[in-house]
C-alpha cells in the first residue's frame, strides 16, 4: 500500500520571479533559506509521486466553466506559460494518472464531486515552489486546483475535508509508493484590489497558531470570520487547510515566514511532523 | 457583479502574448470583437480602473493593465482612489 510521507506548505509568490532583484538582500536570504529547506524536506521524505495542491491564475479555467475543485488525471502536464517564467526548468512535467484516477475514486466513493482535467497547465502557483525549492528532477505531479481566486470559494470546512479524504486515498492506494502532499500559496496579500500590497502579520501570526495547535473546529472558525476581511490572495490559505487535514491535524511545523512588502505577500513555509513511522 | 464580456476580453488578452500585442497597437481592433455595453467600453478605452474595479475580478484586472503597460505605480495608485472612492460614497448610504 502507498504511504504518505510528508505534507508540506510554501508561498509562490510571482514577484519572487519577476522583481527578485527588487527584493532586499534580507528577504532574499529568508525567502531561499525556507524555499531551500522545503526542498530538502521534500527531497528527504523521497516520494515517487507529489499530490500538489494550488489555484489556478486564470491558466486553464474562465468564469464560463470555474471548477471548485480540479484533479489532474494527465500523463503529461504543461508547464507554466507566464512569460516572466521563461527560465523556469519545467516545460513539461509528468503526472501519474494511476494515483490520480484512484484519488478521484476515492473521492466520488466519498461524496466528494471534483472535477476532472486530463490536460492541466501548470501556472507559476504550481511552480514557483517546485522550481525555487530545487526539486529537479521532479517526480511525477498529481495536481489538484482549488478555486482560490473567483467566489464562490469551497468552504474552508469542505477544504479540511478534502486533505482527510486525500490522506485516506493514498493510504488504500494498492501501491507500494511513497506520496507527498505540497499545498501552496497564502498568507495574507491583496492582488488587484485598493488593499493591494497590503500584508496583514498580525492575521498571518495568528493563523499559524491556530495550525500549530491543530484543532479543527478553531481554525476553520477564525478563518471563516476573518478571510472575508483581508486580502483576496489568503483565500489560498484554503490549500493549507487541506494540507492540514491530509496530516490528520497536528504536527504543523512553521518553517519560515517572511512579511516581504517587495513582493507584496506574508510568505510562509511550513511542513507537518507525521511521526517516526515514514 | 461580473461583466462577462469585459472579464473575457481581460482574460484573453493576458492569455495570448501576440493578442496582448496586437491590442497595444491597435485596440480598437480588439474592442469591436467583444460585444461591450457602450459605458464599458468608454471605460476601457480611458483606463478607468475604478468603473473596471467593480465588474472584473481583481486578478484580471491588475492582469490587464500589465498587458496594457500601465506602470505598478500608478496602477496602485489608481486602484487604491478606487478603494477610497468607494468607501466615500458607501459611507455617504
Redesign the interface.
Known sequence: MAKLVGVFASSHAPLIIRSWKDVSPSHQQDLTRSLTEIGRRIKAARPDVLIEIAPD???NF???NLPSICVGMGEMHEGPTE?WMKDCPFKKISGHPKLANHILQTALELDFEPSVSHHLTLDHGFCIPLWRSGLDPLPPIVPIIFND??PPYPSVRRCMQWGTMLAEAVQSYPEDIRVAILATGGLSHS???????EIDEPFDRECILHFEKGDERPLIDFLNERLPTIG?GAAEIRNWVAAHGAAGKSGFEMIGYCNCPEVYVGCGFASWNLGASV | MRDYWLSKLFFDLQSSAPLGEEYRGSPKQILDRYPLKPEVRTAVERGDVAFLAQRVNPYLLRYYFVVVGMSEAEFLRKVRTAGAAAAARSSHG
Open positions: 491564475h486564470w491558466v474562465f468564469i464560463n512569460p481566486l473567483e492582488i488587484g484590489e485598493p488593499t493591494m500590497g483576496n
